[in-house]
């Protein structure tokens, strides 16, 4: 926690800062929660979200147990929970650290990173300040200059992430993985052994088990939940012992078993099917997938790091060693990994094309948060996949506040009216329904 | 490419170079490096080149490609008019320096690029992305990856076997066998082109009666358009003869104006519209320190004839390492330990800052340099632009208004001495 004197005027500050963060946060769950369709097992995902974002609680770990700060899904958590931490995702979507940040890195940074640079700044956030480590995978430009900016405030440790992804790369990327090793011990105490290794992947691996299960069942049935409810779900494994985030995702497909059973969906209507892709979508700056939702569209999946892509690909050592246990890990980290900071990237093409198929796409929403260069300059090759498929594109720029929501309202509705014109008319089989 | 486009493209580049020539006319030896602007630049001329090797940006150490077997062709951008050719390529938010690489590159009546192996230096990330867009069109490119953390125990380590890598694929390109013997010998044709440029630079520091502003970046970014680096390291001494005789010779002019400190994002032929501004306001560039700047700073190896081809591909590595004020960094300390030791060095007695338009590393750097001017006490001017000239206007009274507030520190400065 951050000891140092305030003076009144800065107090005044904070507390001003964490009541607005704090409104934003709970309205932004509060119309979470409010969209249709939300499986009644989902409360403890929303939970987490309010605990961390409204009442400004630290994550829930024991006594002496020390966080992690990650800024990337390239750093695995399982060395983390091997070294006896908790690992905990400190891009943040806060509008009003944002807003501190604005002042702080220069006008054309993310702003991701300014809304990283504001909450550093004002320091009221226990889950930044209480971290014993934060780690900076090397994704960008920005990135890497926070990198530079944090190191002069709090412990940093950079991984360098490759370019390219060829045998020599990974090569490297393990070595970068058992140096990131060495300061994790350093900086818990603790060793981290084979069984320790072991241990956190079978913790993170019953995590991903059961989000392969939820993807299954997700694409067996269209409609069966939305996509902003999923957004919620994966953005509060940020702040939750993976194993306890497996649980709890367990009893969300319990639920939605039954719900195929009963071939019970969120709306009954054909809604257009939206894919969003692009920059990172992280709580509270949740306002692109309400706002899809809310003009009638459904977000059948997302391409984004906050989402599916960071965590569905399992980690798969076939040496047993340990050796082979971190070679696994930095293959899982990179490989299937369509982060745009490679170099060549025809994978995210390949990956956009397969998610078109498997849940039935009809349209692709491609957010680019104001000054994610890399994201960007993605756009031109992705358009022109996608256009030989027939599969409507938008590009939508956005920055952390509420200013663009009117301006993205019109452009979403406007895209969702586009696919429902190439759609033939839906014919009524049942009773209307006020809620889909 | 339409006419009217090369016509405006040949126009940006006899503009800057008629402009240079006219005020540096008086320098016999001067006419070298104009003219080897001009060969890079002139259509007529560019079409007939066929560079085995090219380099985007000059992050690289250029004597191991040399080593390798060929004379880097680098590209560095410039051109407002280059950009212009890859305005489909690239987002909005790209950098001018990226868009008029890209566009160098994307210019069908430009250099037959079909047998050339790229190498790019993945230095931001225009860079990355570039390098994806040339591998999409089917090109020949070998990434090196600049390890972002000096501070990283190993990363000197990674950035010598990217170098051996480099080397290996410009040899494989070439076929060329790399031997220590050509290592040692390309180390040494940088070497002494690195002397001649320090040289030039302490001739030419704070007398623009010698030499202007201008005329003393392009000679710099002259070392990136020869394709020969012996003659120009030649014709540099050559030049410096000159500028030393002419130095005992004329006392100094112009010593009532201002000194400055240019740094930031690097100013590329043609675009010297910053240079000149400052000129035309009456202000005295005494150094400038970007990217391409710092190449005077790397000292000597002295490659002993015993050591082995690896040995001395990572002596030239670790040396272009420990130099390079790329914003490839985290924290850019050498570019850090040169504004300090210029600031030592020379009366500096304010800093324009110049900022491109999305290079916004430069950006993030600006505020522990500002620490350190503020320590000093120097004024800070952040300049930003892109390579339009619509905004000349609007930096000229920014500029004037500068050049007014350090004109009076110096007399205020004058009177609390009396």
């Known amino acids: ?436 | 490419m339409p006419e009217r486009m090369t016509m405006s493209y040949e126009s940006e580049i006899r503009d800057t170079l008629d402009r240079i020539g006219r005020e540096n006319g008086h320098i016999r030896s001067f006419s070298y490096f104009t003219a080897c602007a001009w060969q890079w630049f002139d259509p007529e001329q560019r079409k007939t080149v066929k560079p085995a090797v090219a380099v985007l940006g000059p992050g690289v150490p250029g004597e191991l490609i040399l080593a390798a077997g060929a004379a880097p062709y680098y590209i560095l951008g410039g051109s407002l008019k280059s950009g212009a050719w890859s305005e489909d390529l690239v987002p909005r938010d790209t950098d001018p320096v990226s868009r008029s690489v890209l566009g160098f590159l994307q210019d069908p009546e430009g250099p037959d690029y079909s047998g050339t192996l790229f190498i790019v230096p993945v230095t931001s990330d225009s860079m990355r992305k570039t390098a994806y867009l040339l591998r999409e069109q089917g090109r020949n490119v070998h990434i090196v990856d600049v390890p972002p953390q000096r501070s990283d125990f190993f990363a000197r380590e990674k950035w010598q076997a990217q170098m051996i890598a480099m080397t290996e694929a410009v040899s494989r390109h070439t076929r060329t066998r790399v031997t220590a013997a050509r290592v040692r010998s390309a180390i040494e044709t940088a070497d002494c082109a690195a002397k001649a440029l320090r040289e030039f630079l302490s001739a030419s520091c704070g007398r623009e009666d010698l030499i202007t502003g201008g005329a003393r970046l392009l000679v710099q970014n002259s070392y990136y358009y020869t394709g020969d680096l012996s003659r120009w390291t030649a014709e540099l001494r050559r030049l410096n003869e000159e500028l030393r005789s002419r130095r005992k010779r004329f006392v100094p002019g112009g010593g009532s104006r201002p000194g400055i400190l240019l740094m930031g994002s690097p100013v590329y032929f043609p675009n010297y519209k910053i240079p000149f501004l400052i000129q035309d306001i009456g202000l005295n560039v005494l150094r400038n320190i970007d990217v391409t700047t710092l190449k005077d700073q790397i000292r000597p190896v002295l490659p002993g004839k015993r050591r082995s081809r690896d040995t001395l591909i990572r002596m030239a590595a670790d040396r272009w390492y420990d130099q390079d004020g790329s914003p490839a960094y985290a924290a850019n300390d050498a570019l850090y330990r040169s504004v300090v030791r210029c600031l030592k060095q020379d009366r500096i007695e304010g800093v324009v800052y110049h900022v491109l338009k999305g290079q916004i590393e430069y950006d993030f750097e600006l505020e522990r340099l500002e620490a350190l001017f503020d320590r000093y006490g120097i004024p800070v001017f952040r300049l930003e632009t892109d390579y339009q000239y619509q905004d000349v206007e609007q930096l000229r009274i920014r500029m004037e208004a500068f050049s007014e507030m350090l004109h009076q520190n110096r007399y205020r400065e004058e009177r609390m001495a009396q």
């Not at chain 1, 696994?328 to 995210?348: E, G, K, M, Y």
């Not at chain 1, 992705?382 to 938008?394: N, S």
């Not at chain 1, 663009?404 to 406007?414: F, G, P, S």
Request: hydrophobic fraction near 35%; glycine fraction near 6%; aromatic fraction near 8%.
């Open chain 1, 1 to 436: 926690m951050n000891t140092q004197t305030v003076s009144p005027r800065e107090q005044r500050q904070k507390d001003r800062f964490i009541s607005k963060a704090s409104q934003t946060a709970a309205k932004y769950l509060r119309r979470m929660e409010e969209l249709s369709g939300a499986p009644e097992s989902m409360v403890p995902f929303f939970r987490v979200l309010r605990d961390i974002y409204v009442d400004g609680k630290d994550v829930s770990r024991e006594d002496g147990v020390k966080t992690v700060g990650t800024y990337c899904v390239m750093a695995p958590h399982e060395l983390i929970y091997a070294a006896g931490a908790i690992p905990v995702k400190l891009c943040s979507g806060s509008y009003t650290a944002f807003s501190i940040g604005d002042d702080l890195a220069p006008r054309d940074a993310c702003p991701l990173v300014k809304a990283v640079a504001g909450f550093q700044q004002i320091g009221v956030m226990p889950l930044y300040d209480n971290c014993a480590l934060m780690v900076l995978p090397i994704t960008c430009d920005c990135k890497k200059k926070l990198a530079g900016y944090l190191a002069e405030r709090c412990e940093v440790c950079t991984l360098q992430i490759p370019v390219s992804k060829e045998d020599e790369d990974i090569e490297q990327y393990v070595r970068e993985l058992y140096q990131f090793l060495g300061v994790l011990e350093e900086t818990t105490g603790n060793r981290v052994t084979y069984d320790s290794l072991a241990d956190a992947m079978k913790k993170t691996g019953y995590a991903q088990f059961e989000l392969s299960r939820f993807l299954r069942l997700k694409k067996s049935l269209p409609y069966l939940l939305r996509g902003t409810h999923i957004m919620a779900m994966m953005n509060a494994a940020s702040y939750m012992p993976a194993d306890e985030w497996g649980r709890q995702l367990h009893l969300v497909n319990r639920e939605l078993e039954q719900r195929i059973s009963r071939n019970e969906t969120v709306t009954r209507r054909q809604l257009p099917r939206i894919l969003l892709t692009g920059s990172p979508i992280i709580f509270p700056n949740i306002k692109i997938p309400l706002l899809i939702e809310e003009m009638c569209g459904i977000l059948a999946a997302d391409e984004t790091c906050m989402g599916e892509r960071g965590m569905s690909d399992p980690v798969v050592p076939v040496d047993q060693s340990f050796d082979g246990l971190m070679r696994s890990l930095a293959i899982r980290a990179t490989r299937p990994c369509s982060c745009p900071t490679f170099a060549d990237n025809r994978q995210r093409i390949f990956r956009l094309k397969q998610m078109i198929r498997d849940y039935q796409i009809e349209g692709v929403i491609y957010h680019v948060l104001r000054g994610c260069l890399v994201y960007d300059f993605e756009y031109r090759q992705i358009e022109e996949a996608l256009g030989e498929l027939g599969i409507p594109v938008i590009r939508l720029e956005s920055d952390y506040n509420e200013e663009d929501v009117e301006q993205l309202r019109i452009r979403i509705e406007a895209f969702i009216e586009l696919i429902k014109l190439k759609k033939p008319p839906e014919v009524r089989r049942t009773e209307r329904d006020y809620y889909g």
